[in-house]
């Protein structure tokens, strides 16, 4: 049965998932914890799913700020969900939940099954799942978003406010191949990417000219108004805004090798 | 005419002309401390770890805040916090930012401040998400900084965009606000462009629900709006500084001119009149254009790390008519540091007290003693053996320098992950006679590189030069790692 009873914690999915037994209760594994009730020290047993800074913990003790007022006892199991709390010499987390083992999640825990890939995998999955148009293909050409035709809405505006967090956009077409998911009108199609390389926009797929691959694209409205850069898409006599492909996510560009994978986790 | 900056290019950054300013005798310091702020269960990232500020705790000064590029350890929707609880020499990561898992479990921006006697830990960042275009400000606040408890949301504005937000706080210690805490938070708001340069003010930030107040400081009309960096000071007395980039000319190849603009208020922005107590004689405007018609490039490079108009400003902590200001300007192909001063409350302004070649983010501090801090990164030799130097400048009279090297680290490895490099801005703050900073580098450990010393919590061989994983056998890359600093008045 889960423990699910935190409130101060950000929404979303705990980003660590990991099998522990309880070694120590009202303790800590380094000074900088406060040890309250809840704090317990813990054997990571195994680590389900993490991100890589986590993922080396199999098999060390760490801290958990343990979830909910349930009584927990030295040498019982659990599945922890848990967000990170504080890195030093060793590592501290805050337990979202926390359910006791049971038969049916051992069967579902593969042994050796690796932290960071699980993680990846779900994170490709929520964006599959989200995803309006999904595709193979090759990228045809990369360009400037068009300027708007003379004498139309928004030509011969002011330039828009300049900030280095600005995304830079530029606009693939991609020849398609296949449609795994979506459907679209035409063997072209076309994707907004941030060409920017600020840290707010790094991590975004940056297209290539003769990229060949899987793309995972999403239906986006954009205030062209707001966007300077994109006020010629917006169609003639609209309201300043566009729809438009984007690809914003680390999860939405894959090689042409991973096409099988990916059509297996589309979901019919 | 100087030579237009070319665009996207390192500079050359062998020795040229003179600099400004005399440098006294090297003397040895000792007790300088330098410390790898990368905690020891974090020995196996190699994140560029860029952009780093410190915020010291007046009230104690062991303990200390710091932020970075950092992303959250366990990829979770809070952005972590540098913590130290011993005066720097130790450091862990606390995850109490709002932020998001899915846009990275950062910030775009970030700064921290405590008030000088509340305890309280301030911040300004650009929350992601944020839309395309239009960074979302958040001003933050938490009670006691290490308790782990998310930090509360003070602000939560995205309007058509607000950037670099750069906090700055102080406890009023008399009179009838006694106790209250004062934020600025210096901004670029896309809101009120063209006269973008704004700060973000609550004259009792410490309560429950404080109201804030967007004051804009830009008098003139610039091209199109203002630069990035808005920077304040503060002084106990209540006056309260602000420098910024007034841009006077922008073109398509995103190079222009603009002023560095100085404005004042003496009753810590609590009047009718904010910021407006410094008139320029030239135009009857509000701010002192303190230098006029730099230019700048905001697509230029300097190395690896972007550039596009650098400002800083510090007041001494024991006389408010005395500031000093450090801004960069393009002079040909090279980026140019500046230090000014002046002793009457902003009203003139000194010539080039110090000029250095090729450096970028300046920051300055002064301490209680009422000697001045300088803290800037300086691009020396070229081609593949250019070095990132770090150095900390003091003087007790503005026109004699004495200098040491905090570090000196290869500038073309590690290879960029992201615009800044190195960070838009670094900090250096006093607190009474001492100076505490915080810089960016290239994280080899190797002893040469670090004259005054410096200690890893990362696991790390001096020997070998290897950065080492938790096991402490497997090899890292090397990274851009944040150190935190702190030099003896």
């Known amino acids: 049965m889960a423990t699910k009873t935190r409130s101060d914690l950000p929404e979303g999915s705990p980003a660590i998932i990991f099998k ?30 993490a991100p890589r800074t986590f993922a080396h913990c199999g098999g060390q003790d760490i801290t958990v700020e343990l979830a909910g007022k349930k009584k927990v006892s030295v040498g019982e199991q659990f599945i922890f969900h848990a967000n990170s709390w504080i890195f030093g010499d060793s590592v501290a987390v805050r337990a979202v939940t926390q359910e006791r083992v049971t038969k049916e999640h051992l069967a579902l825990m593969s042994p050796g099954g690796e932290p960071t890939e699980q993680r990846k995998n779900r994170q490709l999955q929520k964006r599959l799942n989200a995803a309006d148009l999904v595709v193979s293909g090759k990228v045809a050409a990369v360009t400037i978003p068009p300027e708007p035709v003379p004498g139309t809405r928004g030509a011969g505006a002011p330039r828009k406010p300049v900030s280095e967090h600005d995304p830079k956009w530029r606009q693939a077409v991609i020849v398609v191949d296949q449609t795994h998911k979506g459907k679209h009108d035409s063997k072209q199609v076309k994707v907004l990417f941030p060409a920017s390389t600020d840290v707010r926009w790094y991590k975004a797929p940056k297209f290539q000219v003769g990229q060949k691959g899987v793309f995972v694209l999403h239906k986006t409205k954009i205030k062209t108004d707001e966007h300077h850069e994109l006020r010629g898409l917006a169609p003639r006599g609209a309201a300043g805004e566009a729809e438009v492909y984007t690809a914003l996510d680390p999860a939405d560009a894959h090689p042409l090798k991973q096409q099988a994978v990916i059509k297996e986790m589309i979901r019919p | 005419m100087a030579k237009k900056t070319s665009r996207k290019t390192a500079r050359p950054a062998a ?10 005798a090297s003397k040895a310091s000792t007790n300088v401390l330098v410390v790898n702020m990368i905690p020891r269960a974090l020995s196996g990232e190699s994140h560029q770890d860029s952009e780093p500020t410190i915020a010291v705790n007046p009230a104690n000064p062991l303990h200390i805040a710091g932020s970075a590029f950092t992303p959250d350890p366990g990829g979770g929707n809070l952005a972590p916090i540098f913590v130290s609880v011993d005066g720097g020499n130790t450091w862990t990561l606390k995850s109490i930012v709002p932020s998001s898992a899915s846009d990275g479990s950062a910030t775009a921006d970030i700064t921290l401040a405590f008030s000088t006697a509340s305890n309280k830990l301030y911040a300004g960042i650009i929350r992601l998400p944020f839309p395309p275009g239009r960074p979302r400000l958040n001003i933050l606040r938490t009670d006691n900084f290490q308790s782990g408890a998310t930090m509360k949301v003070l602000v939560d504005r995205t309007g058509k965009g607000v950037d670099q937000p750069y906090v700055q706080a102080a406890t009023v210690l008399n009179g009838p606000d006694q106790g209250k805490d004062r934020v600025y938070v210096g901004d670029n708001d896309f809101g009120n462009t063209p006269r973008s340069a704004t700060i973000d003010q609550s004259l009792n930030a410490g309560k429950t629900s404080p109201a804030f107040t967007s004051v804009r400081i830009e008098s003139r009309s610039p091209a199109g709006q203002d630069g990035p960096p808005v920077r304040p000071a503060i002084h106990p007395d209540g006056t309260v500084y602000a420098v910024f980039h007034s841009w006077l000319t922008f073109d398509s190849n995103d190079e222009g001119t603009a002023d560095i603009v100085v404005v004042r208020d003496d009753n810590g922005g609590n009047g009718p009149n904010k910021f407006k107590a410094l008139v320029d004689s030239g135009d009857s405007k509000a701010g002192i254009r303190i230098v006029k018609n730099v230019k700048f490039n905001f697509d230029g490079f300097l190395g690896l790390q972007r550039t596009g108009g650098d400002v800083a400003i510090a007041v001494d902590p024991s006389n408010s008519s005395i500031v000093y200001v450090a801004y960069n300007d393009d002079d040909g192909a090279d980026y140019m540091l500046h230090v000014l001063r002046s002793t009457n409350r902003g009203v003139t302004w000194s010539g080039d007290l110090r000029t250095v070649r090729n450096a970028l983010n300046p920051a300055l501090a002064i301490n209680s003693a009422g000697k001045v801090g300088l803290l800037y990164q300086q691009l020396t030799g070229s081609g593949p053996t250019q070095r990132w130097v770090t150095k900390f400048e003091s003087s007790t009279n503005g026109t004699t320098w004495s200098a040491m090297t905090l570090a000196t680290v290869p500038a073309n490895t590690p290879p960029k992950q992201f615009d800044p490099y190195l960070g838009d801005y670094e900090h250096l703050m006093s607190a009474g006679k001492d100076f505490y900073g915080v810089f960016c580098a290239n994280n080899t450990p190797n002893k040469s590189n670090f004259p005054k010393g410096v200690t890893y919590q990362r696991n790390a061989n001096f020997t070998s030069h290897t950065l080492l994983d938790v096991d402490n056998a497997t090899p890292v890359d090397v990274s851009i790692d944040p150190f935190f600093f702190k030099v003896p008045g």
Do not use: L
Not at chain 2, 15 to 24: F, I, T
């Open chain 1, 20 to 49: 522990g037994t309880v070694k120590k209760i009202k303790s800590a594994t380094m000074k900088e914890v406060p040890i309250s009730d809840r704090t317990a020290v813990v054997r990571v047993d195994q680590v389900i799913e």
């Open chain 2, 15 to 24: 020795p040229r002309k003179k600099s400004a300013g005399k440098m006294a």
